[in-house]
């Protein structure tokens, strides 16, 4: 894998059952790409923060907006001045590259 770059410019795959998920190297790896995240079990996991509910908000509409382009939807936890983001690939009972191409472009995101 490369940086980030690498990882925002990628799409997501199809989500299929039958594929094992990323093993733990492979998941460090690209856990060094991000900024910020967590790695907790299956899942990965950011919380941003805002200095408003309305910046929150406009983040979350941008979330939604690449989770619907990319067809892979994260968990999010909505408060006045943050948000909590979660990956997992639901279909391979882990972590999977669509999680950290997700996580990349949240993280574009953010720094917008």
Same mark, same amino acid.
């Given at each position: 894998? /490369? *940086?980030?770059?690498?990882?925002?410019? @990628?799409? $997501?795959?199809? $989500?299929? /059952?039958?594929?094992?998920?990323? &093993? +733990?190297?492979?998941?460090?790896?690209?856990?060094? +790409?991000?900024? /910020?995240?967590? +790695?907790?079990?299956?899942?990965? /996991?950011?919380? $941003?923060? %805002? @200095?408003?509910?309305? +910046?929150?908000?406009? %983040?979350?509409?941008?979330? &939604?907006?690449?989770?619907?382009?990319?067809?892979?939807?994260? *968990? =999010?936890?909505?408060?006045?001045?943050?948000?909590?983001?979660?990956?997992?690939?639901?279909?391979?009972?882990? =972590?999977?590259?669509?999680? %950290?191409? $997700?996580?990349? @472009?949240?993280?574009?995101? %953010? @720094?917008?």
């Amino acid at each position: 894998m /490369g *940086d980030i770059c690498d990882l925002t410019g @990628k799409q $997501c795959k199809p $989500c299929e /059952g039958g594929v094992p998920p990323l &093993a +733990q190297p492979e998941i460090d790896s690209l856990m060094q +790409q991000l900024e /910020g995240w967590q +790695q907790d079990g299956n899942r990965i /996991g950011k919380t $941003c923060h %805002f @200095k408003n509910y309305y +910046q929150t908000i406009a %983040f979350v509409n941008a979330i &939604a907006w690449v989770s619907h382009r990319e067809d892979h939807h994260p *968990d =999010l936890a909505v408060a006045y001045n943050s948000c909590r983001v979660e990956y997992t690939t639901h279909a391979v009972h882990g =972590l999977s590259e669509n999680d %950290f191409i $997700c996580a990349a @472009k949240v993280d574009a995101l %953010f @720094k917008l």
